[in-house]
């Protein structure tokens, strides 16, 4: 009976360990793609973003692109080329 517990009690401990260290290259992925993609956020917000936002509305057909939507796209890209490049790693 006392083997059975300790089975289950290393069992235990593993699944544990193994949660842990799930856990912890998840957050330092995440940390990761947060980093890179600040950096290439930084990349814009200079006087050209007019000329992006004119060919965004040609691009979409629409004349309602306003500087918050062209910020959350700037944002979505950004993100989007750090977890490309994060899985290329």
């Given amino acids: 009976m006392n083997n059975l517990f300790r089975c289950i009690e290393n069992s235990h401990e593993q699944a544990y360990c193994k949660m842990m260290n799930t856990i912890e290259a998840q957050d330092a992925k995440e940390e990761w793609i947060e980093k890179r993609a600040e950096e290439l956020i930084k990349n814009f917000g200079?006087?050209?973003?007019?000329?992006?936002?004119?060919?965004?509305?040609?691009?979409?057909?629409?004349?309602?692109?306003?500087?918050?939507?062209?910020?959350?796209?700037?944002?979505?890209?950004?993100?989007?080329?750090?977890?490309?490049?994060?899985?290329?790693?």
């Avoid at 050209?48 to 796209?73: A, G, H, P, T, V």
Wanted: glycine fraction near 0%; hydrophobic fraction near 35%.
């Fill in 46 to 89: 200079n006087e050209n973003d007019w000329e992006i936002i004119e060919l965004l509305k040609i691009k979409l057909e629409s004349k309602s692109i306003d500087k918050e939507i062209y910020d959350q796209f700037i944002v979505d890209i950004c993100y989007s080329q750090a977890k490309a490049e994060y899985r290329k790693q």
